[in-house]
């Protein structure tokens, strides 16, 4: 049974930072493509940041230079901390894991950046 259980989220001021952490089991962590992907009200889910299984990022523009992601293939564990958080960096973010035409998605967990 695939799992990816995201944690981390919570209400932050403009400015602030905040670390999500995505738990994986149930998977060859190590050889999936990792991703954080976001939903704000009203709008479609959008990538914010991928990581290869060999560990090479990928960013959305808007969050260049603010977020990073990471992972540990030790722990089967993905991070994303964002710095410089924004309330427009406000939605429902979920981890996503991918390989061949598996794909797996979390729960998501909400984050609330306040001006």
């Known amino acids: 049974q695939v799992q990816l259980v995201e944690s981390g989220g919570g209400l932050v001021q403009a400015g602030g930072s905040l670390r999500l952490s995505c738990a994986a089991s149930?998977?060859?962590?190590?050889?999936?493509?990792m991703g954080w992907y976001r939903q704000a009200p009203g709008k479609q889910r959008a990538l914010v940041a991928s990581?290869?299984?060999?560990?090479?990022?990928n960013y959305a523009d808007s969050v260049k230079g603010r977020f990073t992601i990471s992972r540990d293939n030790a722990k089967n564990t993905l991070y994303l901390q964002m710095n410089s958080l924004k309330p427009e960096d406000t939605a429902v973010y979920y981890c996503?894991?991918?390989?061949?035409?598996?794909?797996?998605w979390g729960q998501g967990t909400q984050v609330t950046v306040s001006s």
């Open positions: 996503a894991g991918r390989l061949g035409r598996s794909d797996y």
């Open positions: 149930g998977i060859i962590f190590k050889l999936y493509a």
């Open positions: 990581i290869s299984s060999v560990g090479s990022p």
